[in-house]
Nanobody, 125 residues
Framework: VQLQASGGGLVQAGASLRLSCVPSGLTSGLTFSSYVMGWFRRAPGKEREFVAMISRTGDRTYYANFVSGRFTISRDNAENTAYLQMNSLIPEDTAVYYC???????????????WGQGTQVTVSS
């Protein structure tokens, strides 16, 4: 399974972006809904950190504290796509954002088996 993240860009503080994550290489035995989807980010000079995750059916979500209600993770299993809607962006949100897929509803990166290549989000002040 490969993941393709997109939707990043350069925006001003206060703006919004919606990131998308689309998998490829799925099989009849392993569908998109088989996976918990997560978003992580890595800011310049910092470690990768958890941002948000959503359960297989979308009935559960969980966010990092720094999200503070600004981001919303969602998924459309019929379209095989996961999203991260980011509102009220601040310069501290500048990072490469990665989507990930795994079997466990967990914030730990090691629990995710598949990763996208990342999409750059840059927020100017």
């Amino acid at each position: 399974v490969q993941l393709q993240a997109s939707g990043g860009g350069l925006v001003q503080a206060g703006a919004s972006l919606r990131l998308s994550c689309v998998p490829s290489g799925l099989t009849s035995g392993l569908t998109f809904s088989s996976y918990v989807m997560g978003w992580f980010r890595r800011a310049p000079g910092k470690e990768r950190e958890f941002v948000a995750m959503i359960s297989r059916t979308g009935d559960r979500t969980y966010y990092a504290n720094f999200v503070s209600g600004r981001f919303t993770i969602s998924r459309d299993n019929a379209e095989n796509t996961a999203y991260l809607q980011m509102n009220s962006l601040i310069p501290e949100d500048t990072a490469v954002y990665y989507c990930a897929a795994g079997p466990v509803f967990a914030t730990t990166a090691l629990t995710y088996d598949y990763w996208g290549q990342g999409t750059q989000v840059t927020v100017s002040s």
